[in-house]
């Protein structure tokens, strides 16, 4: 079944959550392809370790991802992260 989520179509019976995240437009769909392959390998992480591990901009980050979460291809695992600041962080991973 194909969604359309107001920016291009997300096939949520893909095989691939890294498949889904390539069938919506070239830049942003990158990003969230990256995110999704550093969430597989070194997850669960923090928006703003994700943004530092990917030379990205947490405000770059933060909306890419909630995307993904939106889609059903990431989810909050914890809130056991903490910011450079010290303060509670949310960690995400792929499901």
């Known amino acids: 079944m194909a969604t359309f989520n107001g920016q291009g179509y997300l096939d949520f019976d893909s095989p691939s959550a890294a498949a889904r995240a390539r069938q ?10 990256r995110i999704l392959d ?24 933060r909306p890419r991802r909630g995307e993904l979460v939106k889609a059903g291809l990431v989810r909050a695992v914890d809130e ?16």
């Open 24 to 33: 919506t437009p070239a830049k942003a769909g990158g990003d969230r392809e």
């Open 38 to 61: 550093l969430l597989g390998r070194e997850g669960p992480l923090t928006d703003e370790q994700i943004a530092e591990r990917l030379a990205m901009e947490p405000n770059t980050v």
């Open 80 to 95: 056991e992260g903490r910011t450079r600041t010290g303060s509670r962080a949310t960690r995400w991973g792929r499901v």
